[in-house]
């Protein structure tokens, strides 16, 4: 007869923890602005005859949407340096279950 082992395979690891932000809301974000900033610098001064405000705007809007986007950019890197400057370790452990699961497969209802 083999012999079993009852004690339960406690796997441990060491992780890394850390919030790190997500760079597309970022990006997205400094999209925005710089479009508020176009619409700022092109309604929020007075009008020129040779141009029209609307192109006027489209064209800020490309210069500044592109500089929004790589500004916040830059802010998302730093922010991701601070964070691994920032993790802390931990020591994960699997514990097995104690009480089986609830649910409708593992109802004996016949």
């Known amino acids: ?9 406690s ?52 210069v500044c949407a592109g500089g929004g986007v790589i500004l916040f950019s830059i802010l998302a890197l730093v922010l991701d340096r601070i964070s691994v400057k920032r993790s802390q370790r931990a020591v994960v452990e ?3 279950d104690s009480v089986p699961d609830e649910g409708p497969e593992h109802d004996d209802v016949r």
Not at 12 to 20: D, K, L, P, S
Not at 30 to 44: L, S
Not at 46 to 59: C, I, K, L, Q
């Open 11 to 62: 796997a441990r690891r060491e992780i890394t923890v850390r919030r790190a932000p997500k760079f597309v809301p970022f990006m997205i974000l400094g999209a925005v602005v710089g479009a508020i900033v176009a619409a700022i610098i092109a309604y929020g001064r007075p009008a020129d005859p040779a141009f029209d405000a609307s192109t006027v705007f489209g064209f800020f809007l490309i």
């Open 1 to 9: 007869m083999a012999s079993e082992d009852t004690t339960p395979n």
């Open 94 to 96: 699997a514990v097995p």
